[in-house]
C-alpha cells in the first residue's frame, strides 16, 4: 500500500527510490542479472543533474533470487491459489514456504528443513566427489517433497517473541512440569503450537483455524500433527471464543491471535480488526485465566489506526507490553489482566533467562541462536 511504501523510502534515505517485483513464474541467475537488465531503464528514471556515471545502488529482500523449487500449487476455497515452494537460504539450509498468490510478496509460513543424509543425496556427493568439482552451495541437491522439517528451529521473528512472552508466566522454571493450558488462533504451518508441543511437554493446545485446506497444508508439507496434547478446531476464531465465553468458559493460561487479514485494503494486515473490536477482547478477557497472558501478533501500517487498536487493548488489559521486531512491520503485544503483574525490564530478562535455562535442558532440542531474552529486550510497557 501507498503507506508502506512512504515508509519504505523512508527507511532507505534516499530522495528517489524504485521498486520492482520480480514475476514468480521467471528465473533469475542472480542479482547481477537483473542489475543489467533493469540498469538502463533506472537511468532513465533518474533525476536532472545526477552525474553521468554516478553509481546506483540496488537493495534486495531476500537471497533467494533464482534458488526456489516449487513443491506444491493448489487452490483454498478461503484463501485463493497457493504454493509450496523450498528456498535456499544461508549457509546451505533449506526453507519451505507457502506463499497465499494473493498477497504474494509475503511468506505466510516458513520452516527450515533438516539437512538431506539419505541415501539419493549421499550418492550425489559421492558422484560430485568423483569429478572433483569445487563446492559451490548452487550446486548443493535439492530438497525432497517429503523431507523432514526441523522443528525445533523457528523461522519467524515474531514467533520466537511470542514464545519468549511465556516467560510472563509466574514461576517459569516450572513451566516444563505445568499444565499449561493454551489457546492458539491461526494455524498456518503449524510451527508455532508445535514447537510449544514439543518443549512444553505437560502443555495442552487448542489451535484454531478456519481454513480447512490450512490444517492439510501444515499436516503435509510442514510436518504438523495433532495428538492427545493438541487439537485443531476448524471454525472460526471469532465464533470459537465468543462460544467460549458464552459457556461456563475454561480459563486459558496463554491466548495467542497469529491470523491474517484476508482484506490488504485495511489497513491492518493482522489480525482482522474484528479481532481486536472492544466488545470481542472483553470475551477474549472472559477467557484468560486469573495469571495468564494474552499475546497477539499485530502488522499495521497505518498509524493511526495502530494507536487505536493499542488504546482498545489497553482499555481491556491494563497491563501492556509492546516489542516491535526489527526489520519488519510486526509488534507483538503481551497483555495481562492486572497492573501489579507488571515487571520492570530487568525482572522479565532474568525471568526469560530462567525459562531458557528449563529449556536447554539435555532432550529438549534446543535451537542454540535462540535467546529468549533478546527477544524481549527492547519491549516497552504502554
Same mark, same amino acid.
Given at each position: 500500500?501507498?503507506?508502506?511504501?512512504?515508509? &519504505?523510502?523512508?527507511?532507505?534515505?534516499?530522495?528517489?527510490?524504485?521498486?520492482?517485483?520480480?514475476?514468480?513464474?521467471?528465473?533469475?541467475?542472480?542479482?547481477? #542479472?537483473?542489475?543489467?537488465?533493469?540498469?538502463?531503464?533506472?537511468?532513465?528514471?533518474?533525476?536532472?543533474?545526477?552525474?553521468?556515471?554516478?553509481?546506483?545502488?540496488?537493495?534486495?529482500?531476500?537471497?533467494?533470487?533464482?534458488?526456489?523449487?516449487?513443491?506444491?500449487?493448489?487452490?483454498?476455497?478461503?484463501?485463493?491459489?497457493?504454493?509450496?515452494?523450498?528456498?535456499?537460504?544461508?549457509?546451505?539450509?533449506?526453507?519451505?514456504?507457502?506463499?497465499?498468490?494473493?498477497?504474494?510478496?509475503?511468506?505466510?509460513?516458513?520452516?527450515?528443513?533438516?539437512?538431506?543424509?539419505?541415501?539419493?543425496?549421499?550418492?550425489?556427493?559421492?558422484?560430485?566427489?568423483?569429478?572433483?568439482?569445487?563446492?559451490?552451495?548452487?550446486?548443493?541437491?535439492?530438497?525432497?517433497?517429503?523431507?523432514?522439517?526441523?522443528?525445533?528451529?523457528?523461522?519467524?521473528?515474531?514467533?520466537?517473541? /511470542?514464545?519468549?512472552?511465556?516467560?510472563?508466566?509466574?514461576?517459569?522454571? &516450572?513451566?516444563?512440569?505445568?499444565?499449561?493450558?493454551?489457546?492458539?488462533?491461526?494455524?498456518?504451518?503449524?510451527?508455532?503450537?508445535?514447537?510449544?508441543?514439543?518443549?512444553?511437554?505437560?502443555?495442552?493446545?487448542?489451535?484454531?483455524?478456519?481454513?480447512?485446506?490450512?490444517?492439510?497444508?501444515?499436516?503435509?508439507?510442514?510436518?504438523?500433527?495433532?495428538?492427545?496434547? /493438541?487439537?485443531?478446531?476448524?471454525?472460526?476464531?471469532?465464533?470459537?471464543?465468543?462460544?467460549?465465553?458464552?459457556?461456563?468458559?475454561?480459563?486459558?493460561?496463554?491466548?495467542?491471535?497469529?491470523?491474517?487479514?484476508?482484506?490488504?485494503?485495511?489497513?491492518? #494486515?493482522?489480525?482482522?480488526?474484528?479481532?481486536?473490536?472492544?466488545?470481542?477482547?472483553?470475551?477474549?478477557?472472559?477467557?484468560?485465566?486469573?495469571?495468564?497472558?494474552?499475546?497477539?501478533?499485530?502488522?499495521?501500517?497505518?498509524?493511526?489506526?495502530?494507536?487505536?487498536?493499542?488504546?482498545? &487493548?489497553?482499555?481491556?488489559?491494563?497491563? &501492556?507490553?509492546?516489542?516491535?521486531?526489527?526489520?519488519?512491520?510486526?509488534?507483538?503485544?503481551?497483555?495481562?489482566?492486572?497492573?501489579?503483574?507488571?515487571?520492570?525490564?530487568?525482572?522479565?530478562?532474568? /525471568?526469560?533467562?530462567?525459562?531458557?535455562?528449563?529449556?536447554?535442558?539435555?532432550?529438549?532440542?534446543?535451537?542454540?541462536?535462540?535467546?529468549? #531474552?533478546? /527477544?524481549?529486550?527492547?519491549?516497552?510497557?504502554?
Amino acid at each position: 500500500m501507498e503507506e508502506g511504501r512512504k515508509q &519504505l523510502a523512508a527507511s532507505a534515505g534516499f530522495r528517489r527510490l524504485v521498486t520492482v517485483a520480480l514475476h514468480r513464474g521467471q528465473r533469475y541467475a542472480g542479482m547481477e #542479472s537483473i542489475q543489467a537488465e533493469l540498469s538502463a531503464r533506472v537511468m532513465e528514471l533518474a533525476p536532472a543533474g545526477l552525474p553521468p556515471q554516478q553509481q546506483v545502488p540496488f537493495l534486495s529482500v531476500g537471497g533467494d533470487i533464482g534458488v526456489r523449487t516449487v513443491q506444491h500449487q493448489d487452490h483454498s476455497a478461503l484463501s485463493g491459489d497457493y504454493v509450496i515452494e523450498d528456498v535456499q537460504g544461508e549457509d546451505r539450509w533449506y526453507f519451505r514456504r507457502l506463499i497465499f498468490l494473493s498477497n504474494r510478496n509475503v511468506v505466510q509460513s516458513e520452516a527450515r528443513l533438516l539437512k538431506d543424509t539419505s541415501h539419493r543425496a549421499q550418492k550425489k556427493r559421492k558422484k560430485d566427489r568423483k569429478k572433483q568439482r569445487p563446492a559451490d552451495t548452487s550446486e548443493d541437491f535439492p530438497p525432497a517433497p517429503g523431507q523432514s522439517i526441523d522443528k525445533s528451529y523457528l523461522c519467524c521473528e515474531h514467533h520466537k517473541a /511470542m514464545v519468549a512472552g511465556l516467560a510472563l508466566l509466574r514461576n517459569p522454571e &516450572l513451566l516444563l512440569e505445568t499444565p499449561l493450558t493454551l489457546l492458539v488462533v491461526g494455524l498456518g504451518g503449524g510451527s508455532l503450537p508445535l514447537f510449544v508441543h514439543d518443549h512444553f511437554p505437560k502443555s495442552r493446545i487448542d489451535a484454531v483455524e478456519i481454513d480447512p485446506t490450512m490444517l492439510e497444508v501444515a499436516t503435509q508439507w510442514f510436518g504438523f500433527s495433532q495428538s492427545d496434547r /493438541m487439537k485443531v478446531h476448524i471454525a472460526d476464531g471469532l465464533d470459537y471464543i465468543t462460544s467460549l465465553a458464552g459457556e461456563a468458559p475454561p480459563h486459558y493460561d496463554v491466548i495467542m491471535f497469529d491470523v491474517d487479514s484476508k482484506d490488504p485494503t485495511l489497513g491492518m #494486515s493482522c489480525p482482522p480488526p474484528a479481532f481486536v473490536d472492544q466488545v470481542f477482547l472483553q470475551k477474549v478477557k472472559s477467557i484468560l485465566c486469573h495469571d495468564g497472558v494474552f499475546i497477539l501478533n499485530l502488522v499495521c501500517r497505518d498509524v493511526r489506526l495502530k494507536d487505536s487498536v493499542l488504546a482498545g &487493548l489497553k482499555a481491556a488489559f491494563p497491563l &501492556l507490553y509492546v516489542r516491535r521486531i526489527e526489520g519488519e512491520v510486526n509488534e507483538i503485544l503481551f497483555c495481562q489482566l492486572h497492573p501489579e503483574q507488571k515487571l520492570a525490564t530487568p525482572e522479565l530478562l532474568e /525471568m526469560a533467562q530462567v525459562l531458557e535455562r528449563t529449556l536447554r535442558k539435555p532432550g529438549q532440542g534446543w535451537d542454540d541462536t535462540y535467546v529468549l #531474552s533478546d /527477544m524481549l529486550k527492547t519491549v516497552k510497557i504502554v
